[in-house]
């Protein structure tokens, strides 16, 4: 069983910047991948930056050299730090967490944040 906290979100002026995180906790055994996703209204869900807790990192063109995603194995929290922003970034951001929980043997688990909204006005 594992929870999720998000926060950061806010309203913020095209060109500046902002901090997300996404704390897990829970009877977590280990992280396989925790990332951020994006969804404005009426459009789908995408994926922006994801990490593994080896440290490889994936990032949607949009937002290369832009954002930057990192995870503190230690704390169980991820956080993605958003510079330049820009007004298509408007969106609700949901943090996403895969890994195994509980005790042997272990469950595969895969839980999504509630969100946190992010707007860039231009």
């Known amino acids: 069983q594992v929870q999720l906290v998000e926060s950061g979100g806010g309203l913020v002026q095209e060109g500046g910047s902002l901090r997300l995180s996404c704390a897990a906790s829970?009877?977590?055994?280990?992280?396989?991948?925790m990332g951020w996703y994006r969804q404005a209204p009426g459009k789908q869900r995408e994926l922006v930056a994801s990490?593994?807790?080896?440290?490889?990192?994936n990032y949607a063109d949009s937002v290369k050299g832009r954002f930057t995603i990192s995870l503190d194995n230690a704390k169980n929290t991820v956080y993605l730090e958003m510079n330049r922003l820009k007004p298509e970034d408007t969106a609700v951001y949901y943090c996403?967490?895969?890994?195994?929980?509980?005790?042997?043997?272990?469950?595969?688990?895969?839980?999504w944040g509630q969100g946190t909204q992010v707007t860039v006005s231009s």
């Open positions: 996403n967490w895969q890994g195994f929980v509980g005790t042997r043997p272990y469950r595969f688990l895969e839980v």
């Open positions: 829970g009877s977590i055994f280990s992280v396989n991948n």
């Open positions: 990490i593994t807790s080896g440290g490889s990192t």
